[in-house]
């Protein structure tokens, strides 16, 4: 029987951030990942890089998804420089496009509550229409667009460059990647866990689970309560085009290829399969912003299952001495704060744990990007 320092149950972004940070600080990894059929949002994703507008009622979010975004540059060259691969990764900003003056004004709000309640420096600004035709590029707002609000931290990646690459350093770095390696059983001993799979088994002095929807059978198994649910997103893709849109948008960007994505839906629906409704939905909106779209043509369609919290919050807790959940939907975001040292970091555990839902009604608040 094999033995590692950890052991990590997910390889997804979550997974694979960990595993590279903790495999460059020089423990002994290994990543295991399930089913090839498992809903798997790495796969399913926008490939946004975001801090605009996240962390109301939350500053300690907040704070973490700045400290991420400032620190992709650095986790980039990090992760491009083992893998000898690229991420195409970019950080100019990114728009939050508004459709009318009603929007305009509820995203001001949205962002000056969020500042006035974190006390953090201000990294936002609202654009009028022509400020922010000239900050996209060279295609034409449609008549509907009125403005819109700007990061300067905002960018975005290639999401399966980013999953690849990840997978190539880790295990250039002398880690293990195991697929369809779907975890059978996972049993505490003195000082160690013992995980079985299907064809073998495996000791490790600590575990994280970061196995997406599945960390929640994982949790129910050694009787802790992990509060996720699925929340299921749209999202369509373009033929290539010349480069024309210069920033991303929350919902709308042109990849480094040429492509054009639209998303993303948020719809409580396990049911994996896209739907003609929700693509008509998007491309609505997407031409109401952008007419020249309306004549380029959908080449792709796909659904995927992002992890939801109650508040749409992380959760990080550690039920078990050496048993460690990260549960959250924006993975692609903090993967370079998941590739830290926070798993010895017990303000994380603090600022995030489910000890925040116990007692309390907690309504489920929107994702805001």
């Known amino acids: 029987?094999?033995?590692?320092?950890?052991?990590?149950?997910?390889?997804?972004?979550?997974?694979?951030?960990?595993?590279f940070g903790e495999v460059q600080r020089g423990k002994s990894v290994v990543v295991l990942d399930g089913e090839r059929s498992d809903r798997?949002?790495?796969?399913?994703?926008?490939?946004?890089v975001w801090a605009q507008g996240k962390g109301r009622g939350m500053p300690a979010y907040q704070a973490l998804t700045q400290r991420s975004t400032d620190a992709w540059l650095d986790f980039t060259g990090?992760?491009?420089?083992?893998?000898?691969?690229?991420?195409?990764?970019?950080?100019?900003?990114?728009?939050?496009?508004?459709?009318?003056?009603e929007e305009?004004?509820?995203?001001?709000?949205?962002?000056?509550?969020?500042?006035?309640?974190?006390?953090?420096?201000?990294?936002w600004e609202m654009l009028g229409r022509n400020e922010t035709q000239m900050?996209?590029?060279?295609?034409?707002?449609?008549?509907?667009?009125?403005?819109?609000?700007?990061?300067?931290?905002?960018?975005?990646?290639?999401?399966?460059?980013?999953?690849?690459?990840?997978?190539?350093?880790?295990?250039?770095?002398?880690?293990?990647?195991?697929?369809?390696?779907?975890?059978?059983?996972l049993q505490q001993q003195t000082g160690s866990w013992i995980i079985k799979t299907a064809t073998e088994s495996i000791q490790a002095e600590t575990v994280v689970v970061a196995a997406g929807l599945g960390s929640k059978k994982i949790a129910a198994d050694l009787g802790v309560d992990l509060p996720i649910a699925a929340d299921k997103g749209q999202?369509?893709?373009?033929?290539?085009?010349?480069?024309?849109?210069?920033?991303?948008?929350?919902?709308?960007?042109?990849?480094?290829?040429?492509?054009?994505?639209?998303?993303?839906?948020h719809e409580g629906d396990l049911d994996r399969r896209s739907t003609i409704s929700s693509g008509a939905k998007l491309a609505r909106r997407a031409v109401r912003t952008l007419p020249e779209l309306?004549?380029?043509?959908?080449?792709?369609?796909?659904?995927?299952?992002?992890?939801?919290?109650?508040?749409?919050?992380?959760?990080?807790?550690?039920?078990?001495?050496?048993?460690?959940?990260?549960?959250?939907?924006?993975g692609i975001t903090l993967a370079a704060f998941h590739s830290s040292n926070w798993l010895e970091?017990?303000?994380?555990?603090?600022?995030?744990s489910v000890e925040r839902f116990v007692g309390k009604d907690k309504e489920k608040t929107a994702v805001t990007a």
């Open 1 to 19: 029987m094999k033995n590692y320092d950890l052991c990590i149950i997910g390889g997804g972004i979550v997974g694979l951030a960990i595993a």
């Open 40 to 48: 798997k949002a790495s796969f399913a994703n926008f490939g946004l």
């Open 78 to 101: 990090l992760v491009e420089d083992a893998s000898g691969m690229t991420l195409q990764y970019e950080r100019n900003g990114g728009l939050v496009f508004c459709l009318s003056e």
């Open 104 to 123: 305009f004004d509820a995203r001001q709000r949205h962002l000056t509550a969020l500042q006035l309640t974190s006390g953090f420096a201000t990294d």
């Open 135 to 185: 900050r996209l590029g060279d295609i034409s707002l449609g008549r509907e667009v009125v403005g819109a609000s700007y990061c300067y931290r905002d960018g975005a990646v290639n999401p399966l460059h980013l999953v690849r690459s990840l997978s190539v350093a880790i295990e250039k770095l002398g880690g293990k990647l195991k697929r369809e390696a779907f975890v059978q059983t």
């Open 235 to 265: 999202i369509l893709v373009s033929e290539r085009r010349p480069q024309a849109m210069q920033l991303p948008a929350s919902g709308l960007r042109q990849t480094q290829t040429g492509s054009f994505m639209i998303g993303a839906t």
């Open 294 to 330: 309306e004549h380029v043509p959908i080449v792709r369609q796909w659904a995927g299952h992002r992890i939801v919290t109650p508040d749409t919050y992380p959760v990080y807790m550690q039920p078990l001495e050496g048993l460690i959940f990260a549960a959250c939907h924006s």
């Open 345 to 352: 970091d017990p303000k994380v555990f603090e600022s995030f």
